[in-house]
């Protein structure tokens, strides 16, 4: 199982998500870095399990701020056997993948103008988050009827339990994960501990984001041991 350590960045620095209300984040003070910024963080994650995949979260760009320039090719730069999975606000067609880098579309960000986009991109060029707001998806909503124009790594992003420790939200994953064939789903939001890594992996999930445990250490190296081992070196780089 893959377990993909988040940094979700706002006017440069990495602030502590919670809960999805994105005006109350503050930078993140955490005992895996010295400060709040990107490659700091990124390499006190890489200081505790030598991950091959970071989840970056854009904030700026996904609120239409404008993006944080330069943010993909300093961590890139920094940490070349990393692959960053980059969410910034992009369409499917608006940034290529490359050797270090993987867009994320995530669909808050998607209008249905967009799906004919969406539809007709490669399907391992680009990452889908499926992005859920409680009860309510935020997105087209033909995006999350249609599976068939899911690409073939779709993340379930619970924003409402993300930096919440309420548990990730075992149903709505498993639901996606019986939709989408053979794609890889990925969860994202409220995972505590261990064990809720170990119930997404029997839920289906081919993975999970998370970063508040790993700053609380409620999941230590050796949980990353256990459940991740050295599968990650296997998936593709960009």
């Known amino acids: 199982m ?20 994105r005006s109350d984040y503050r930078p ?4 895996l870095a010295p400060g709040s910024d990107p490659v700091a963080v990124a390499r006190g994650y890489l200081s505790l399990f030598p991950f091959r ?8 760009g996904i609120e239409g701020r404008g993006r944080n320039g330069g943010l993909a090719q300093r961590l890139g730069a920094a940490m070349p056997g990393v692959t960053f999975w ?9 940034r290529p993948a490359s050797a270090g880098s993987m867009p994320v579309v995530g669909s808050e960000s998607l209008s249905d103008a967009d799906l004919s986009r969406l539809r007709d991109s ?15 998806f935020a997105g087209p909503q033909a ?29 709505r994953v498993s639901e996606i994960v019986a939709r989408a064939g053979p ?29 508040t445990a790993l700053h609380a250490g409620t999941i230590r190296a050796g949980d990353l041991v256990e459940i991740a081992g050295r599968s990650q070196s296997l998936h593709e780089k960009g």
Request: net charge negative; aromatic share 4%; hydrophobic share 45%.
């Open 2 to 21: 893959d377990v993909i350590p988040v940094i979700d960045v706002r006017h440069g620095l990495v602030v502590h998500a919670r809960r999805g209300q």
């Open 86 to 94: 980059i969410d910034d606000g992009a369409g499917p067609s608006d």
């Open 122 to 136: 490669p399907p391992d060029r680009f990452v889908l988050s499926l992005d859920f707001r409680d009860d309510s």
């Open 183 to 211: 794609r890889a789903v990925y969860a994202a939001g409220g995972v505590r501990d261990r064990g809720d890594l170990k119930a997404l992996r029997a839920a289906g999930a081919a993975g999970a984001l998370i970063a």
């Open 53 to 60: 995949t970071l989840y970056v979260a854009d904030l700026d």
């Open 28 to 31: 993140l003070v955490t005992p």
């Open 143 to 171: 995006l999350l009827e249609d599976a068939g124009a899911w690409p073939r790594r779709v993340i379930v992003m619970t924003l409402s339990r993300v930096g919440a420790a309420d548990g990730p939200d075992l149903k």
